[in-house]
T-cell receptor, first 113, second 114 residues
Framework: GNSVTQMEGPVTLSEEAFLTINCTYTATGYPSLFWYVQYPGEGLQLLLKATKADDKGSNKGFEATYRKETTSFHLEKGSVQVSDSAVYFCALSDPNTGNQFYFGTGTSLTVIP | DARVTQTPRHKVTEMGQEVTMRCQPILGHNTVFWYRQTMMQGLELLAYFRNRAPLDDSGMPKDRFSAEMPDATLATLKIQPSEPRDSAVYFC????????????FGPGTRLTVT
């Protein structure tokens, strides 16, 4: 079946530190992969995506590369800011149905000045 | 700036009462999803629709929950009767196309059942 496993949190970093949030997946086919971000009191927002192997998604300084060989889609940012404090969700969409999304449990990030 | 809207944003009700949550998807989107978020379970898919037809509602407790799309601009999620364990944030999301690769989430309805 399909599933997403992401790094347990919470993660606390100092401003300008390097961020990695690990995400691995299990899928029956060739999924599309996503990172969503949820700020306090808000819904999830799409941060970036990759639809095929070796694609790199990027947005707002965040990057993630779709690695089929390691079934991973780790989120990285070279220098985090206080405003990046949020919960980050890794997700995949099942290509067989095209509609079914599978979300990870979320990783809470707090960036301190 | 097109957004998914949800009403109400907050709802406090007593056990046994009916609760109705509403969602207006982004105009032109043909896929609508309902999710529930709790600290214990995380984000759970309850149901989703494409072109107003329900495609999957296996995540929903059928005895008390129901989801409908009376028209393309309105999706509803009802709980009757509500129970304290239904307390959660309920999100609606919409997307476009068969694959609906990108889902756009509403701000959520925070439900508290006492």
């Amino acid at each position: 079946g399909n599933s997403v496993t992401q790094m347990e949190g919470p993660v606390t970093l100092s401003e300008e530190a390097f961020l990695t949030i690990n995400c691995t997946y299990t899928a029956t086919g060739y999924p599309s992969l996503f990172w969503y971000v949820q700020y306090p009191g808000e819904g999830l927002q799409l941060l970036l995506k990759a639809t095929k192997a070796d694609d790199k998604g990027s947005n707002k300084g965040f990057e993630a590369t779709y690695r089929k060989e390691t079934t991973s889609f780790h989120l990285e940012k070279g220098s985090v800011q206080v405003s990046d404090s949020a919960v980050y969700f890794c997700a995949l969409s099942d290509p067989n149905t095209g509609n079914q999304f599978y979300f990870g449990t979320g990783t809470s990030l707090t960036v301190i000045p | 700036d097109a957004r998914v809207t949800q009403t109400p944003r907050h709802k406090v009700t007593e056990m046994g009462q009916e609760v109705t949550m509403r969602c207006q998807p982004i105009l032109g989107h043909n896929t609508v999803f309902w999710y529930r978020q709790t600290m214990m379970q995380g984000l759970e898919l309850l149901a989703y629709f494409r072109n107003r037809a329900p495609l999957d509602d296996s995540g929903m407790p059928k005895d008390r929950f129901s989801a409908e799309m009376p028209d393309a601009t309105l999706a509803t999620l009802k709980i009757q009767p509500s129970e304290p364990r239904d307390s959660a944030v309920y999100f609606c999301a919409s997307g476009f196309g068969v694959r609906a690769h990108e889902q756009y989430f509403g701000p959520g309805t925070r439900l508290t059942v006492t």
